[in-house]
């Protein structure tokens, strides 16, 4: 299928272009705010056309949109996608809120298109193998989970500094934390409690978070601020299973231990996966396993309860 990347980002160059390669489809063209920025891109990743963001979208020999924008574009320029009849893989965290994310549903059902929030880290194997063994009852009652995401965000200029742009850690690498723990509890949380610390320009660059899943609870940290570090670990009566590497596929690693006993897997390119799925989806070969009704709004409360307690602005 023919894809064109809204925006000369730095994700689609590092992950989704390989993948979108990988998976034997083409990257038609990129798009940027600046035509000689996308013309630059374009022949560092060899891509045939850059366009101006409405020559994109307007253009008929492309089926899917990937839209990697700040945070604050994914609603609009994914709603324009979908006006123009395209199929839309757009970045995390989704919206900016679940008042977003019911627009965009609004927009998907009148295009009769595929939309899908671009959480990669859902198709590795791992993850697979972590749902069977919750869903098996070996760990026995859950109890607790605990994960972080973290890193040190050192470029003052970098878009996840702008609270105009939706920045901050929580809507960053928070939001796959709350993922990974509603995919294993199979629900959303009764009640959140956070608290997080702010930069002077008002975004979070620590978000710390419990999550109350009505009998046991999950416990998440978010941060620029701090050292690299990422793992899942859930904890139930009879056992325990942990992910050193839940939110990256490629060159990390990944180990699953289950009650100490570790469980390793092939590399497996995440993001390939997931452009496989999502192009068998646009193509009406299989059902969108992770709609927006069904998962991404359930998502968005969740991020809406945590920034409102936090103070986030416009919470
Ligand atoms: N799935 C993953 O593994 C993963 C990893 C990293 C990031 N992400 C997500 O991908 C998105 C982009 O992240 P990134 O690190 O790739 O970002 P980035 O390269 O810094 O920026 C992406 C694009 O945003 C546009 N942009 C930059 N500053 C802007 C501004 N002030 N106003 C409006 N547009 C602006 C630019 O478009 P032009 O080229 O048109 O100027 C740029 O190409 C985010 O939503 C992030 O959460 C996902």
Known sequence: ??????????????????AIREAGSTVFAVAARDLQRARDYAS?????????????????????IYNPLPNSGHLPLTVKALEAGKHVLCEKPLTLNAAEVQ??????????????????????PQIQRLLEIVRSG?????????SAFTFTLGNPDDIRWDPRLGGGAFYDVGCYCVDIMRLVAGKAPVAVQAVAQFTESRVDHTTSALLDFG???????????????????????????HLNAPFVSMGHNATLTLNGL????DEVNGYTQMVQHFERAARGEETVQYPLHLDSLDQARILDQVLKQVGYPGF
Do not use: C
């Not at 009998?215 to 009879?238: I, K, N, R």
């Open 1 to 18: 299928m023919n894809w064109g990347i809204l925006g000369a980002a730095n994700i689609a160059q590092k992950a989704l272009i390989p």
């Open 44 to 64: 560092h990743n060899q891509i045939e056309h850059a366009l101006s963001y409405d020559e994109l979208l307007a253009h008929p020999d492309i089926d899917i």
């Open 103 to 124: 627009t965009m549903m609004a927009a998907q059902q009148v295009s009769g298109k595929v939309v899908m929030e671009a959480f990669f880290y859902r198709f590795h």
């Open 138 to 146: 070996q760990l026995g009652e859950l109890r607790t989970m605990r």
């Open 215 to 241: 009998g046991f609870v999950g416990h998440l940290d978010a941060s620029f601020a701090v050292p690299f570090e990422q793992f899942l670990t859930v904890v139930g009566a009879h056992g325990v299973v």
């Open 262 to 265: 570790p469980e390793t897997f």
